[in-house]
């Protein structure tokens, strides 16, 4: 079965970087973009980029331009989220999400089907 | 606008019917996916595509979309279906996506 095992709580000061892993396991890696979304306390869900595993091409929200880097390491199925010069409100629960495209009738769609089981990201001096 | 709009809150009676609305102009030509948040919990697929549900979540969950507003139909509502819903849509480059800001849902 597919999971996304992602690493555990970090609690940086303002203006270090912080590191996310996601491990991939019951699917072939390389075939599905990996997606990040954060969400601060009692806020919604915020998408953060993806990263194409095949390529190691990506994408993300211009807000975190500049300060996201999202890697692969295909050897051993784990994306990695680095968001640099961080912020108390940065301070979230970040996600890994693999994205799944479906083709019918109607058309694509795209959609996140597995989910990470979260990592709690504080941000504090 | 590159946003998708829900309204914050909504509530139903058990066993009535509810519809959670998503709007942006992404939703033209782009299908929304719904998703599903208890406390404490990652978020988890309800809908997507054309009114395509995984396997696992009842049938009592639907989508449907008009123009640019994408819905999420929960038909006799159970106390279990109480939680946050997201909607999702990407644009049609796949490189931005966006959730719309949620909707609490109260089973009374």
């Known amino acids: 079965q597919v999971q996304l095992v992602q690493s555990g709580a970090e609690v940086k000061k303002p203006g270090a970087s912080v590191k996310v892993s996601c491990k991939a396991s019951?699917?072939?890696?390389?075939?599905?973009?990996m997606h990040w979304v954060r969400q601060a306390p009692g806020q919604g869900l915020e998408w953060m980029g993806w990263?194409?595993?095949?390529?190691?091409?990506?994408s993300s929200a211009q807000k975190f331009q500049g300060r996201v880097t999202m890697t692969r390491d295909t050897s051993i199925s784990t994306a990695y989220m680095e968001l640099s010069r961080v912020r108390s409100d940065d301070t979230a629960v970040y996600y890994c999400a693999r994205q799944s495209i479906s083709d019918d009738s109607y058309g694509y769609s795209y959609y996140f089907d597995h989910w990470g089981q979260g990592t709690l990201v504080t941000v504090s001096s | 606008s590159s946003e998708l709009t829900q309204d914050p809150a909504v509530s139903v009676a058990l066993g009535q019917t509810v519809r959670i609305t998503c709007q942006g102009d992404?939703?033209?030509?782009?299908?929304a996916s719904w998703y599903q948040q208890k406390p404490g919990q990652a978020p988890i697929l309800v809908i997507y595509g054309k009114n395509i549900r995984p396997s696992g979540i009842p049938d009592r969950f639907s989508g449907s979309d008009s123009g640019n507003t994408a819905s999420l139909t929960i038909t006799w509502a159970r106390a279990e279906d109480e939680a946050d819903y997201y909607c999702n849509s990407r644009d049609s480059s796949g490189n931005h996506w966006v959730f719309g800001g949620g909707t609490r849902l109260t089973v009374l």
């Open positions: 992404r939703l033209r030509t782009n299908f």
């Open positions: 990263i194409n595993p095949n390529s190691g091409g990506t």
């Open positions: 019951g699917y072939t890696f390389t075939d599905y973009f």
